[in-house]
């Protein structure tokens, strides 16, 4: 029974270069939250999509970063332009309905910018 | 003021020790509290809920006290294998459970 799968797993880019990053919740999860960890932060929560929906997206940055979960295939994170300051680790979990706990968490994607 | 604040240690013990971690939350509107385990260059993994009646599980007792908004989780007897860092986590509800960390408080457990 595969748990949230993330890929990659690293991920490097240079500055100005797009980044995606790919979720694939549990099987029979239709809930997808995106988090951020800084080095030596606490993780940030950036997104929560349901299939086709955007949810709640407060804490996304207002330029530059977007998210998508399509009917079909995994949720996507997308980083055009990268700057150094998106280096972090990108976490994905997911849920069984709005309500659930707890978020089952993936790998990460740890993301360099050179 | 951070909606979550830990202590962020490092807090290094003997085995066999016994560790107290603190935690406070500033949203009263709160409504699911947890404790996770992060190891370095890991995914966060879930450790147990908190509730206000308190609950332990084997060497793990976590409690809330919601009128002072304060979370705590107790590790008796500690082993090598705990080294670790402790994620106070907090859930808002908005009809689905965002959730909020704290930094997290570091824990090295030595021979």
């Known amino acids: 029974n595969a748990g949230v799968m993330q890929n990659p797993r690293h991920l490097v880019r240079r500055r100005g270069q797009e980044a995606r990053l790919r979720c694939s919740p549990m099987?029979?999860?239709?809930?997808v939250y995106w988090y951020r960890q800084l080095p030596e932060e606490g993780l940030k929560f950036m997104v929560y999509l349901q299939k086709e929906n955007i949810i709640d997206e407060s804490g996304m940055p207002k330029e530059r970063f977007s998210a998508e979960f399509p009917k079909e295939g995994p949720s996507i994170l997308r980083i055009q332009q990268v700057v150094r300051g998106d280096s972090a680790a990108y976490f994905c979990?997911?849920?069984?309905?709005?309500?659930?706990?707890?978020?089952?968490f993936g790998d990460g994607t740890r993301l360099s910018i050179l | 003021r951070k909606e979550v604040e830990q202590d962020p240690g490092p807090f290094n013990v003997p085995e066999g020790a016994t560790v107290a971690f603190n935690c406070t939350y500033s949203?009263?509107?709160?409504?699911?509290f947890f404790w996770y385990r992060q190891d370095c260059r890991k995914e966060p993994k879930l450790l147990m809920s908190v509730y206000s009646s308190g609950n332990e599980d084997g060497r793990f007792t976590a409690q809330l006290n919601r009128a002072s908004q304060y979370i705590s989780l107790l590790i008796r007897d500690s082993k090598l294998s705990d080294s670790a860092t402790y994620l106070c986590v907090v859930a808002v509800s908005g009809g689905y459970n965002k959730l909020i960390f704290g930094a997290g408080t570091r824990l090295a457990v030595h021979p």
């Open positions: 949203n009263s509107a709160s409504q699911s």
């Open positions: 099987k029979g999860h239709s809930h």
């Open positions: 979990a997911s849920s069984e309905d709005r309500g659930s706990q707890p978020q089952h």
